[in-house]
């Protein structure tokens, strides 16, 4: 069956619904461009229909593009993949440009059969670069639909039109929040910005639509006319080159330079801005494929879009029966704790908070009240959500209170006894067939199981702080964890609407085991001499949000103590960060444990805003006079982390690179821009890599040497998305 279909009513007005058979949102796929092509030829060339009505069969109107087109485009073009991707790009604005023309008379613009949207839900990319192309958009009033252009997130941006078509509606002023940024509106916001024409009662949608079809409006767009006038001015007007000039500076200051799809759209909308529209689009199609041709936007794609959207729909999920959760319980009301709670109680799953002492319990549900009352305040929630929500939740001392429960996280404080202690308690209470978890970030999920009478129901959820903003959630197996164990923490986490990766126990697990030596290679080159400024520096540069030594002092010179010691301890004399817990512990001998004591690497003022860095540590470990270059600081705090993340996949930790990469970059954000760890190595090629690691091995020392499974691959001149890209185990490859 068709994707858009066609049927002309009694009164002369085609519409054409967009229907993608088996999807719950539409998607537009190369077949499905066909289709709309094809309909809309017929309602131009057919003398009865008056107007059209483009729509939807569904309660939304499009999620976007099915992005396989791209590699299809590619594909078509054999040895010239750009030209396969400006042909099949320049067609797609021929059929919007047909849409927005619609039959109208070139030169004088007369004639024409007037061409509406009627949104009955979301919008989102294609599905809004569509509308922009009619003449006249109306969306049902829908609060919980999102109108927007969220290209920018998956490393590309709006390349069929909405770029060009949404700067000469709005203005670049404007239109930069939705372009740049991907911000999305509900319809009335939407309509509000200048993005939508009219909000209507859902019911009336249609009606009204047609109403407007048959009413002869004036249909030639602004930009068509004679004498247009881009809102704000074009570039080289007083008013529109200071806009030019701030959109500048801050892509760049935002991006760092990294990202090349938001340094693309500005030079699209910049150099389009001074020609007719036809040429405009031209430029953008041009901008695009030069997008799409980079590595770096396929490897967004895939990991931000393709990879973590096989992940949620639970790709590496056992097959078993659905195990949705019921009626979670959480032990331990602390900061985790409390944010566990409220994500559950958000989701509709009743919740029993546990703790000592009945005022900590209390404070834990207080986390979510709180969390309400500020969505009331920003006009996202109401006082009945807020009442609905709170009431998911019990808050209480009494552990008789889990009997029901098909769940157990434990989020008690990280001691091995302590944890054992409680898993013995809760196991007396809960039913066979209950699941525990335990949420922990370093202790090994195998050790912490011999407590339980039910190994094969243990398993680890690793949740990051703070649970309510942090998208990932590592799920650890234990050496007897069962497949109920883990399809019950996949399903949990889909409630939650987070996105989780599946790992093999090891000390550290995935995420840990690969941020750990980001922080360690970032203090051991401040005690080599390298200006504290280039290593923070050079980690932006990269793409990273925070610096090493930001990232220590925000998670405390005391914390990371701690583990060094804990390490230490269970390495004995394999433990390889001496250098590093120098000045961790002479951090802490000087009482600077980070952000929240008031001083760490960082100075703060009365309000714990950064203020410099401590002179401290310039007198205890001086500056070289010659600092590093910076690609040489770049690649340190790179490799240091990348090959983790191999050795991880090499030892069976890691059981699938998609998880590697999905997980860097929603864990710890690790550069974005680069796909991952994974994806990087395939970027740079595993020759230069395993050569760049011998070089690292030989100036300073053993920890950047390279893994065999990456010599292997550099020696077959391999990729790992070319060998690994299906999730298959390193070790059964």
């Given at each position: 069956?068709?994707?858009?279909?066609?049927?002309?009513?009694?009164?002369?007005?085609?519409?054409?619904?967009?229907?993608?058979?088996?999807?719950?949102?539409?998607?537009?796929?190369?077949?499905?461009?066909?289709?709309?092509?094809?309909?809309?030829?017929?309602?131009?060339?057919?003398?009865?229909?008056?107007?059209?009505?483009?729509?939807?069969?569904?309660?939304?109107?499009?999620?976007?593009?099915?992005?396989?087109?791209?590699?299809?485009?590619?594909?078509?073009?054999?040895?010239?993949?750009?030209?396969?991707?400006?042909?099949?790009?320049?067609?797609?604005?021929?059929?919007?440009?047909?849409?927005?023309?619609?039959?109208?008379?070139?030169?004088?613009?007369?004639?024409?059969?007037?061409?509406?949207?009627?949104?009955?839900?979301?919008?989102?990319?294609?599905?809004?670069?569509?509308?922009?192309?009619?003449?006249?958009?109306?969306?049902?009033?829908?609060?919980?639909?999102?109108?927007?252009?969220?290209?920018?997130?998956?490393?590309?941006?709006?390349?069929?039109?909405?770029?060009?078509?949404?700067?000469?509606?709005?203005?670049?002023?404007?239109?930069?929040?939705?372009?740049?940024?991907?911000?999305?509106?509900?319809?009335?916001?939407?309509?509000?910005?200048?993005?939508?024409?009219?909000?209507?009662?859902?019911?009336?949608?249609?009606?009204?639509?047609?109403?407007?079809?048959?009413?002869?409006?004036?249909?030639?767009?602004?930009?068509?006319?004679?004498?247009?006038?881009?809102?704000?001015?074009?570039?080289?007007?007083?008013?529109?080159?200071?806009?030019?000039?701030?959109?500048?500076?801050?892509?760049?200051?935002?991006?760092?330079?990294?990202?090349?799809?938001?340094?693309?759209?500005?030079?699209?909308?910049?150099?389009?801005?001074?020609?007719?529209?036809?040429?405009?689009?031209?430029?953008?199609?041009?901008?695009?494929?030069?997008?799409?041709?980079?590595?770096?936007?396929?490897?967004?794609?895939?990991?931000?879009?393709?990879?973590?959207?096989?992940?949620?729909?639970?790709?590496?999920?056992?097959?078993?029966?659905?195990?949705?959760?019921?009626?979670?319980?959480?032990?331990?009301?602390?900061?985790?704790?409390?944010?566990?709670?409220?994500?559950?109680?958000?989701?509709?799953?009743?919740?029993?908070?546990?703790?000592?002492?009945?005022?900590?319990?209390?404070?834990?549900?207080?986390?979510?009240?709180?969390?309400?009352?500020?969505?009331?305040?920003?006009?996202?929630?109401?006082?009945?959500?807020?009442?609905?929500?709170?009431?998911?939740?019990?808050?209480?001392?009494?552990?008789?209170?889990?009997?029901?429960?098909?769940?157990?996280?434990?989020?008690?404080?990280?001691?091995?006894?302590?944890?054992?202690?409680?898993?013995?308690?809760?196991?007396?209470?809960?039913?066979?067939?209950?699941?525990?978890?335990?949420?922990?970030?370093?202790?090994?999920?195998?050790?912490?199981?011999?407590?339980?009478?039910?190994?094969?129901?243990?398993?680890?959820?690793?949740?990051?702080?703070?649970?309510?903003?942090?998208?990932?959630?590592?799920?650890?197996?234990?050496?007897?964890?069962?497949?109920?164990?883990?399809?019950?923490?996949?399903?949990?986490?889909?409630?939650?609407?987070?996105?989780?990766?599946?790992?093999?126990?090891?000390?550290?697990?995935?995420?840990?085991?690969?941020?750990?030596?980001?922080?360690?290679?970032?203090?051991?080159?401040?005690?080599?001499?390298?200006?504290?400024?280039?290593?923070?520096?050079?980690?932006?540069?990269?793409?990273?949000?925070?610096?090493?030594?930001?990232?220590?002092?925000?998670?405390?010179?005391a914390l990371n103590a701690s583990i060094a010691r804990a390490t230490k301890s269970a390495m004995g004399d394999a433990y390889?960060?001496?250098?590093?817990?120098?000045?961790?512990?002479?951090?802490?001998?000087?009482?600077?444990?980070?952000?929240?004591?008031?001083?760490?690497?960082?100075?703060?003022?009365?309000?714990?805003?950064?203020?410099?860095?401590?002179?401290?540590?310039?007198?205890?470990?001086?500056?070289?006079?010659?600092?590093?270059?910076?690609?040489?600081?770049?690649?340190?705090?790179?490799?240091?982390?990348?090959?983790?993340?191999?050795?991880?996949?090499?030892?069976?930790?890691?059981?699938?690179?998609?998880?590697?990469?999905?997980?860097?970059?929603?864990?710890?954000?690790?550069?974005?821009?680069?796909?991952?760890?994974?994806?990087?190595?395939d970027i740079l090629g595993a020759p230069y890599a395993a050569a760049r690691c011998d070089e690292l091995t030989k100036v300073?020392?053993?920890?950047?040497?390279?893994?065999?499974?990456?010599?292997?691959?550099?020696?077959?001149?391999?990729?790992?998305?070319?060998?690994?890209?299906?999730?298959?185990?390193?070790?059964?490859?």
């Open positions: 069956m068709a994707d858009f279909t066609m049927k002309t009513d009694a009164d002369g007005v085609a519409i054409i619904t967009w229907d993608v058979v088996g999807k719950s949102m539409n998607v537009l796929s190369l077949e499905g461009w066909d289709d709309l092509d094809t309909c809309v030829d017929a309602a131009l060339a057919d003398d009865s229909v008056k107007g059209v009505v483009i729509t939807s069969g569904k309660d939304t109107f499009a999620g976007g593009m099915d992005l396989n087109i791209i590699a299809k485009m590619k594909a078509a073009a054999g040895d010239n993949p750009a030209k396969g991707l400006m042909d099949g790009l320049m067609k797609s604005h021929a059929i919007l440009r047909k849409i927005e023309r619609a039959g109208m008379d070139p030169k004088t613009n007369k004639g024409g059969k007037p061409i509406a949207a009627a949104l009955p839900g979301t919008a989102l990319g294609i599905g809004l670069e569509i509308p922009l192309a009619c003449h006249r958009i109306f969306v049902a009033d829908n609060p919980k639909a999102k109108i927007g252009l969220p290209e920018i997130m998956v490393g590309i941006f709006p390349g069929m039109g909405g770029t060009t078509r949404l700067v000469r509606k709005m203005g670049a002023m404007m239109a930069s929040p939705l372009l740049l940024e991907g911000k999305m509106n509900d319809p009335k916001k939407a309509m509000q910005a200048g993005v939508v024409d009219e909000v209507v009662p859902a019911g009336e949608l249609m009606a009204i639509a047609k109403a407007w079809v048959l009413s002869e409006p004036k249909i030639v767009k602004p930009w068509d006319e004679k004498g247009y006038k881009m809102p704000g001015g074009e570039p080289y007007h007083s008013a529109g080159f200071m806009t030019f000039v701030g959109a500048s500076a801050m892509v760049n200051g935002k991006t760092q330079g990294v990202y090349p799809a938001a340094k693309a759209l500005l030079s699209a909308v910049y150099e389009g801005a001074m020609v007719p529209f036809d040429t405009a689009l031209k430029i953008e199609a041009r901008w695009f494929t030069n997008v799409l041709m980079n590595p770096s936007s396929e490897a967004m794609i895939r990991s931000l879009f393709i990879n973590k959207e096989a992940l949620e729909k639970g790709a590496n999920r056992p097959d078993v029966a659905d195990q949705t959760v019921k009626k979670v319980g959480v032990l331990g009301a602390g900061m985790m704790g409390a944010g566990i709670s409220l994500v559950s109680a958000l989701a509709g799953i009743e919740v029993v908070l546990i703790d000592r002492e009945q005022a900590a319990a209390d404070k834990g549900r207080s986390y979510t009240a709180d969390y309400m009352d500020k969505g009331i305040a920003r006009k996202k929630a109401s006082v009945e959500k807020k009442e609905k929500v709170l009431g998911m939740i019990t808050a209480t001392t009494d552990l008789e209170a889990l009997k029901g429960c098909d769940l157990i996280v434990e989020a008690v404080f990280e001691d091995v006894g302590v944890k054992a202690e409680m898993t013995k308690k809760v196991e007396a209470i809960v039913g066979d067939d209950c699941i525990f978890a335990t949420n922990t970030s370093t202790l090994p999920i195998t050790e912490l199981a011999k407590a339980s009478v039910r190994a094969d129901k243990f398993i680890g959820i690793h949740f990051f702080s703070p649970v309510d903003k942090m998208a990932l959630v590592e799920i650890i197996k234990g050496a007897k964890t069962g497949d109920i164990a883990i399809a019950k923490s996949l399903d949990f986490v889909r409630q939650i609407r987070k996105t989780p990766i599946v790992v093999n126990d090891e000390r550290f697990f995935y995420a840990n085991r690969c941020i750990l030596p980001y922080g360690k290679e970032g203090i051991r080159m401040v005690s080599e001499g390298v200006a504290p400024a280039l290593v923070e520096n050079a980690a932006k540069l990269m793409g990273f949000p925070v610096g090493t030594l930001q990232l220590t002092d925000d998670t405390t010179i390889p960060d001496a250098v590093t817990d120098d000045v961790l512990f002479f951090l802490e001998d000087q009482k600077r444990l980070g952000r929240k004591a008031g001083a760490g690497f960082y100075n703060y003022d009365e309000k714990g805003k950064r203020d410099g860095f401590w002179d401290g540590l310039a007198e205890r470990y001086p500056r070289l006079e010659t600092q590093p270059d910076l690609i040489d600081v770049q690649h340190r705090l790179m490799f240091a982390q990348v090959l983790e993340a191999v050795r991880a996949l090499e030892e069976g930790v890691l059981m699938d690179i998609r998880e590697g990469d999905v997980g860097a970059i929603l864990g710890w954000g690790f550069a974005p821009w680069s796909g991952g760890p994974f994806s990087w190595l300073h020392g053993a920890r950047f040497e390279c893994p065999a499974l990456l010599r292997e691959m550099a020696d077959k001149g391999q990729s790992f998305y070319g060998r690994f890209g299906s999730g298959v185990d390193s070790k059964a490859a």
